[in-house]
């Protein structure tokens, strides 16, 4: 899978981690990909995803734990 961008979620503070996923998901264009790489499940982002961008995403678990999550987050 090739990614388009790349987010380690760790790197920002807590306030910024959001906010910093959502600008680099919205920037993507249809199709492309980005992966997300935290040190829990990210599973509250995705209810945020499915709650600020309904049918917009795709969400693949490539890595669950216990130390490192990585997530695809695909754009429709």
Not at 48 to 76: D, H, N, S
């Amino acid at each position: 899978m090739r990614f388009a961008a790349k987010v380690h979620a760790p790197d920002y503070p807590p306030r910024e981690k959001h906010p910093v996923i959502f600008k680099t998901f919205d920037s993507l264009k249809s199709g492309e990909v980005m992966e997300l790489t935290n040190d829990h499940d990210p599973r509250p982002l995705q209810y945020q995803f499915m709650m600020e961008r309904p049918e917009q995403f795709t969400w693949e678990y490539l890595e669950e734990g216990p130390e490192v999550w990585r997530v695809a987050i695909g754009k429709k």
